[in-house]
């Protein structure tokens, strides 16, 4: 940069080139603030989350457990028996220009899981504690997913949007400014040595000689 042309020009361009510069870093930084914000809303509501479905792990491992000791791994075979294969929907939605997946359970609601094996009257109270925490643990799985999914391209996003932010305050606005200041004072030194030829040829004229 240093050996090209220094020209009025030139001086004008980078003069415009800070401002675009100048211009991208404040709406970076409106992007990372309205990241921030999301991620600090979806943080408070994951500890909650996460909290309910650490709660909701226990007690399906607790049922799982019963199961297991009392009714045997016959029960648990039985289980596998008319589940289908789970499908999902992917739905992309975006903040600030940060997309994240949302995965949505695409499943048949007149299947439930085991209401075509077990017949209320005839099954055990362990087994009906079982069906009963796997039911509820379904939907916020889903919700316990998603959020996470939505957190992480968020934290991504905000560390990637962070780099922008730095490199272009901390690298490209000084090489910029540095080269301005640089070709200002070649031009003011250029500009001062032509307005001395100027006042020097002037003054050398034969009528303002006595």
Same mark, same amino acid.
């Given at each position: 940069?240093?050996?090209?042309p ?7 361009d980078?003069?415009r080139?800070i ?6 870093k404040?709406l ?9 914000r999301a991620?600090?809303a979806?943080?408070? !509501?994951?500890?909650i989350?996460r909290s309910?479905?650490s709660e909701g792990?226990?007690q399906v ?5 019963l199961v297991?000791l009392?009714?045997?791994d016959a029960?648990i075979?039985?289980l ?5 294969v ?7 939605h975006?903040?600030?220009g940060?997309k994240y997946p949302?995965?949505?359970?695409a499943?048949?609601e ?6 075509t094996v077990?017949?209320?009257i005839?099954t055990?109270l ?6 009963? !925490?796997l ?5 916020l ?8 999914a939505k957190l ?7 560390h990637?949007?962070?780099?922008k932010i730095?490199?272009l305050?901390?690298t490209v606005?000084?090489a910029?400014t ?5 070709i200002g004072?070649?031009l003011?030194?250029?500009?001062r040595?032509?307005?001395?030829l100027i006042?020097k040829?002037?003054t050398s004229?034969?009528y303002f000689q006595?």
């Amino acid at each position: 940069m240093n050996n090209s042309p220094t020209t009025r020009s030139q001086f004008i361009d980078l003069k415009r080139r800070i401002s675009t510069v100048e211009y991208s870093k404040r709406l970076l930084e409106k992007k990372r603030d309205a990241i921030m914000r999301a991620i600090e809303a979806d943080r408070r !509501a994951y500890r909650i989350m996460r909290s309910a479905f650490s709660e909701g792990c226990k007690q399906v491992y607790l049922a799982y457990s019963l199961v297991r000791l009392f009714e045997g791994d016959a029960a648990i075979k039985l289980l596998e028996v008319g589940v289908k294969v789970l499908k999902l929907r992917e739905c992309d939605h975006a903040i600030a220009g940060c997309k994240y997946p949302e995965f949505i359970e695409a499943v048949d609601e007149s299947k439930r899981r085991g209401e075509t094996v077990f017949n209320p009257i005839l099954t055990s109270l362990y087994i009906e504690d079982l069906l009963e !925490a796997l039911n509820k643990m379904e939907g916020l799985l889903w919700q316990f997913i998603n959020l996470q999914a939505k957190l992480k391209a968020l934290e991504a996003e905000l560390h990637r949007t962070q780099i922008k932010i730095n490199t272009l305050q901390y690298t490209v606005l000084p090489a910029l400014t540095e080269e301005v200041k640089r070709i200002g004072e070649i031009l003011g030194d250029r500009e001062r040595h032509e307005h001395f030829l100027i006042k020097k040829s002037i003054t050398s004229r034969p009528y303002f000689q006595r």
